[in-house]
Nanobody
Framework: QVELRESGGRLVQAGGSLRLSCTAS????????ARWFRQAPGKEREFVARINSKGDTTYADSVRGQFTISRENAKNTVYLQMNSLKPEDTAVYYC?????????WGQGTQVTVSS
């Protein structure tokens, strides 16, 4: 069983930056693909960014150039660097880890951007 824990979410002013972290209990963490999703109040959960085992990254159009996903395999951690934050970035941010058989989700971390 893989457990994920997100952290780093808080209240920040528009234009500010945050770095979210997601730490996993998984063995062979480096082999997993990691993704960040977010869910704003009253909206469906949406994809934000992805990084695979090779370090290749993919972003949603809405965050490309603003957010950066990275991973530090030695710490079993994936990061989401968020810059130039806007009120519309307010959401609960979730981390997902995937192998060929299963997906694992964290509990989420709240990011609130004030105008």
């Amino acid at each position: 069983q893989v457990e994920l824990r997100e952290s780093g979410g808080r209240l920040v002013q528009a234009g500010g930056s945050l770095r979210l972290s997601c730490t996993a209990s998984a063995r062979f963490f480096s082999t997993y693909t990691a993704r960040w999703f977010r869910q704003a109040p009253g909206k469906e959960r949406e994809f934000v960014a992805r990084i695979n085992s090779k370090g290749d990254t993919t972003y949603a159009d809405s965050v490309r150039g603003q957010f950066t996903i990275s991973r530090e395999n030695a710490k079993n951690t994936v990061y989401l660097q968020m810059n130039s934050l806007k009120p519309e970035d307010t959401a609960v941010y979730y981390c997902k880890l995937s192998d060929l058989q299963r997906d694992y989700w964290g509990q989420g971390t709240q990011v609130t951007v004030s105008s």
